[in-house]
């Protein structure tokens, strides 16, 4: 039984292992990464689509848009011909 060998095995096992839990945290990080980034857009879209709904009927025509058009912009169908 050679003790060098058996050692470099356990060594072994133990990068193999310390390699997955690595890519699985890297793997996991950038998962959250997107999630972030995702919330944040979907904040930022909600905060303008409440500013839409607080401007008047006015306010709205001035800019070229209507009420109706509000849905649209949300569901990003909206298409000024």
Do not use: C
């Not at 839990?21 to 997107?34: D, E, K, M, Q």
């Not at 689509?49 to 912009?73: A, K, N, P």
Request: charged share 30%; net charge positive; hydrophobic share 35%.
């Amino acid at each position: 039984m050679n003790l060098s060998k058996d050692t470099y095995l356990i060594s072994g096992d133990q990068q193999k292992l310390a390699w997955d839990v690595s890519a699985w945290l890297s793997s996991i990080r950038g998962r959250l990464h997107r999630a972030g980034v995702y919330w944040a857009g979907r904040r930022i879209r909600a905060r303008e689509m409440r500013e839409l709904h607080r401007f008047s009927d006015r306010e709205l025509w001035d800019v070229g848009l209507s009420r109706s058009d509000i849905l649209s912009i949300e569901q990003g169908t909206f298409r000024r011909d």
